[in-house]
């Protein structure tokens, strides 16, 4: 009864990345969400199967992009494959950030933000994020979770 409960939940997907070593990480993020506004928080879960979870969970700074409709691919290409077999960032426009974050240019709405701790959230880790700095474009339609629904995941579930 719960899955059917959240399973019909409408939320905005988001692309998390990261910097491991030199490499730049990213994955398609449907966990996430604002958990104060003074001082400003976000939380973001990662899958303990997924790349970026593995290599990144010690990072200390993590960019989380809000995706917009039109960046359908971007969504298929973070969502579903893995880096474990696919060059992500070659196959997409990105830029660094601070601390060498990776940002995705289509991505205009993101921000990144300093890891204040994490938790053990069942299947997936939950960071605690402090903004240091975000970027606001004007509002467009967002890649929401009922659109992610059909993209298959690239690591195992």
């Known amino acids: 009864m719960f899955h059917s409960l959240v399973g019909e939940l409408e939320f905005p997907m988001f692309i998390v990345t990261a910097r491991a070593d030199g490499e730049p990480l990213g994955c398609l993020v449907g966990f996430a969400t604002q958990t104060s506004i003074d001082p400003p928080r976000?939380?973001?879960?990662?899958?303990?199967?997924?790349?970026?979870?593995?290599?990144?969970?010690?990072?200390?700074?993590?960019?989380?992009?809000?995706?917009?409709?039109?960046?359908?691919?971007?969504?298929?290409?973070?969502?579903?494959?893995?880096?474990?077999?696919?060059?992500?960032?070659?196959?997409?426009?990105?830029?660094?950030?601070?601390?060498?974050?990776?940002?995705?240019?289509?991505?205009?709405?993101?921000?990144?933000?300093?890891?204040?701790?994490r938790a053990d959230a069942g299947d997936h880790d939950l960071f605690l994020l402090e903004p240091v700095t975000a970027e606001a474009a004007p509002s467009e339609e967002e890649f929401s979770s009922q659109r992610a629904r059909r993209i298959d995941a690239g690591h195992d579930a």
Not at 46 to 62: I, K, M, Q, V
Not at 70 to 99: I, M, N, S
């Open 42 to 117: 976000f939380a973001v879960c990662l899958s303990h199967e997924n790349r970026t979870f593995r290599r990144g969970r010690d990072a200390e700074l993590l960019g989380v992009h809000r995706v917009p409709a039109r960046a359908e691919a971007l969504a298929e290409l973070f969502g579903g494959q893995t880096a474990d077999e696919v060059a992500k960032f070659e196959r997409c426009a990105w830029h660094e950030g601070p601390g060498g974050v990776p940002l995705l240019d289509a991505c205009s709405n993101r921000f990144v933000g300093r890891v204040l701790w």
